[in-house]
C-alpha cells in the first residue's frame, strides 16, 4: 500500500510531498489540474520572514502582527511556530533554488505588506509565488515524487472514523477509481469561487477537499470569515498586488483625493474602499509617482495585466479597482500536528486548512509561508502516522467505490434536465459578494441561505449535458458546483450565527467585536445527515 496519498498539487501539497519522500516514504501526489495552475501561482507580493535584511524586525514582532490581524482569534502557539519557522523556511527555498530579489549587500529583499510593522515580505518581483511553485515542482521533478495529474476528488475511503485514501474520477479517461494509502493529506485549496466573476481565485477554487472532508465525518471551522484583497482590476477582478501599495502606491478616490491609510490590514483597506464606492465614487490605485524604472523592475507582472486586461498604463494612468474575494481564512479544522478533527490518519494544510494561524484576518505575506511552513510539518506529521500503521484491505473501500461509480454512471443517463446549474451558479456568485461580502446583513444572509438550500433540494433535476466519456468538463464543473453548494452552506450559516464584526467578517447592525460571546471558533460537522455546528472558545 501506498504510504502517503497527496491530494492537491500546489505550494502546499509539493512542500509536503518533498519533506515524507526525503524521509523515505512512498509518496503520489494527485491533482485536478497540472501543478504550475495551482492558486499558490497568483500570489505575487511576498513571503513572510523575519530577516530584518532591509528594517530592524524581530520575530516577537511577526507574531504580535500576525496575532493583531488575526483579531485574537487564533492559535498563539502555532503562530508562534510557523514565524519561528520562517527564516529556516525561506533557507530552504533558497536551496532549492528559488530566484529571491536581493539587496545590494546580495541579501534577500524584503518589502513591506499589509498590517506589517516593517519590510518583512520576500519577494521575487511580483511573480513570488509563481517562482515558489515553479522551484518547488522541479525539484519534486527531480526527487522522483510521482504524480498523477487530473484527477479529480470525489470522496474519502473512510472505515471506523479513519481514512483509507480516495476516490477519484479519471478526467481524461473517465473512469472512476480509488486510490488507497497509509495516510492522507488534503492541500486542495480554498473556496473562493463562490464568489464567481467576484473573486482573484481561479475557476478551480471550489472548496473539493472542504466538501469532501465534511461529507467523510470530519469538521470544519470559521468558514464565514473570507478575506477580500482591496486592489482587484475593476474590469476583470484580476489581483493587483499589495505590492503595489507596499512600494508608495496610494489609493484615491475619483476626485484623486487619498482617504485611507494603504497599508492598514486588508479588511480595514477593503471596507474603506467599499465605502468610496458606495457613494458613487470610482477608486483607482495611483503609482505613477514611482517612475516607469522602478514599476518595471519590481512589478513587471502589475504593468503588464493593466495593460491586457483594462486597456491602461500605469505608468502614466490611474488604475480602476475594487475589492473582491481572494482568501479564505477558514476551512478544514485540524490540530497542532494538522491532523484532521473527527479524521484519523488524515491532515489538511494550506488554504484548505484552518490551522488558527490566520484567524478573523490573514496578514499580508503569511499565506506563503503557511504553505511553505506547515506544508513540511504536514509531512512530517504524515510520516509519524505511517510508520505505526500497517497494510489493510477493507471491503468499506469497495462500498465506497461502487457508490461513488454509480453515482457517476447515473449522471450519463438521458435526462430531460430542468435547471442549468451554470446559470445558478453565475448568480449565486454575484449574490455572494452583494450579500455575503464585505458588509453583511442577516436578513440578506438569510434570505440567500434559504436559496441556496432550494437549489440543494432541487440538485436531481440538475445534470450535464455533454454525455462524452473523455475529458468531460460539463462533468467535472457540476461536480464542483455541488462542492460549492455544501461548502457554501456553511460560509451563510457560519456568518449568521456570528453577531458581531470581526476581522474580514463586519455586520452593520454589529459593528464591534464582542469578545464575551463571539472570541470563539465556529465548528460544523454532519451528524445523523445534518448539518450542526457550535463555538468552541479561544483559550489562549
Not at 530577516?51 to 487564533?74: E, M, R, Y
Not at 491532515?347 to 506547515?374: D, Q, T
Amino acid at each position: 500500500m501506498l504510504d502517503i496519498l497527496i491530494i492537491g498539487s500546489g505550494g502546499a501539497g509539493l512542500s509536503s510531498a518533498l519533506l515524507a519522500k526525503e524521509s523515505g516514504a512512498s509518496v503520489l501526489v494527485v491533482g485536478k489540474s497540472y501543478p504550475t495552475a495551482s492558486q499558490t501561482s497568483m500570489a505575487q507580493g511576498g513571503m513572510n520572514a523575519s530577516l530584518g535584511n532591509v528594517t530592524p524586525d524581530s520575530i516577537q514582532a511577526h507574531i504580535d502582527d500576525t496575532i493583531k490581524s488575526a483579531h485574537q482569534l487564533c492559535n498563539k502557539k502555532m503562530i508562534q511556530q510557523m514565524c519561528e519557522d520562517a527564516p529556516k523556511s525561506i533557507v530552504w527555498l533558497e536551496k532549492l533554488g528559488v530566484p529571491f530579489d536581493r539587496t545590494p549587500e546580495s541579501k534577500v529583499a524584503q518589502r513591506q505588506l499589509g498590517g506589517a510593522s516593517s519590510k518583512r515580505a520576500c519577494y521575487a518581483q511580483d511573480y513570488t509565488g509563481l517562482k515558489i511553485l515553479h522551484t518547488l515542482y522541479d525539484t519534486c521533478l527531480k526527487e522522483g515524487v510521482e504524480m498523477q495529474e487530473e484527477l479529480f476528488l470525489l470522496n474519502l475511503i473512510t472505515e471506523e472514523e479513519t481514512v483509507l485514501g480516495a476516490i477519484f474520477l479519471d478526467i481524461i479517461s473517465g473512469e472512476v477509481k480509488e486510490i488507497r494509502a497509509k495516510a492522507t493529506i488534503i492541500a486542495t485549496g480554498g473556496y473562493g469561487a463562490l464568489y464567481k466573476n467576484f473573486t482573484t481565485n481561479s475557476e478551480g477554487a471550489t472548496g473539493d477537499g472542504i466538501a469532501s472532508v465534511l461529507r467523510a465525518g470530519g469538521c470544519l471551522s470559521d468558514m464565514e470569515f473570507v478575506q477580500f484583497h482591496p486592489t482587484a482590476l475593476k474590469g476583470s477582478a484580476t489581483l493587483i498586488s499589495e505590492s503595489a501599495r507596499g512600494e508608495g502606491g496610494y489609493l484615491v478616490n475619483s476626485k484623486e483625493e487619498r482617504f485611507v491609510d494603504e497599508l492598514l490590514p486588508r479588511d480595514v483597506v477593503a471596507r474603506a474602499i467599499a465605502e468610496q464606492i458606495s457613494r458613487g465614487e470610482e477608486v483607482f490605485l495611483d503609482v505613477r509617482h514611482l517612475g516607469e524604472a522602478k514599476l518595471l523592475k519590481l512589478m513587471p507582472q502589475e504593468v503588464h495585466l493593466c495593460k491586457l486586461h483594462e486597456n491602461i498604463d500605469p505608468v502614466h494612468e490611474l488604475i480602476p479597482i475594487k475589492p473582491v474575494a481572494h482568501y479564505s481564512m477558514g476551512g478544514i479544522d485540524v490540530n497542532e500536528k494538522l491532523e484532521v478533527t473527527g479524521l484519523k490518519n488524515c491532515y489538511a494544510v494550506g488554504e484548505c486548512s484552518n490551522a488558527k494561524v490566520h484567524g478573523a484576518n490573514r496578514l499580508g505575506g503569511n499565506s506563503l509561508l503557511e504553505i511553505v511552513s506547515l506544508g513540511r510539518l504536514a509531512g512530517k506529521n504524515a510520516v509519524g502516522c505511517v510508520s505505526q500503521r500497517t497494510d489493510t484491505t477493507n471491503a468499506t473501500t469497495t462500498k465506497q467505490l461502487k457508490a461513488d461509480q454509480e453515482y457517476i454512471e447515473g449522471l450519463f443517463e438521458e435526462y430531460p434536465w430542468e435547471q442549468n446549474f451554470y446559470t445558478l451558479q453565475n448568480a449565486l456568485g454575484e449574490k455572494f459578494y452583494k450579500h455575503a461580502g464585505i458588509v453583511r446583513d442577516n436578513t440578506e444572509l438569510n434570505n440567500l441561505l434559504n436559496e441556496l438550500r432550494v437549489i440543494k433540494a432541487d440538485l436531481d433535476n440538475m445534470g450535464i449535458g455533454d454525455k462524452s466519456r473523455e475529458n468531460n468538463t460539463n462533468l467535472v464543473e457540476f461536480l464542483q458546483f455541488q462542492n460549492l453548494l455544501e461548502v457554501g452552506e456553511v460560509v451563510l450559516d457560519a456568518a449568521l450565527v456570528r453577531d458581531e464584526s470581526r476581522g474580514a467578517h463586519f455586520k452593520s447592525a454589529f459593528p464591534t467585536e464582542d469578545n464575551k460571546q463571539y472570541k470563539a471558533h465556529s465548528l460544523y460537522w454532519i451528524e445523523d445527515n445534518v448539518l450542526q455546528n457550535r463555538l468552541v472558545k479561544v483559550v489562549n
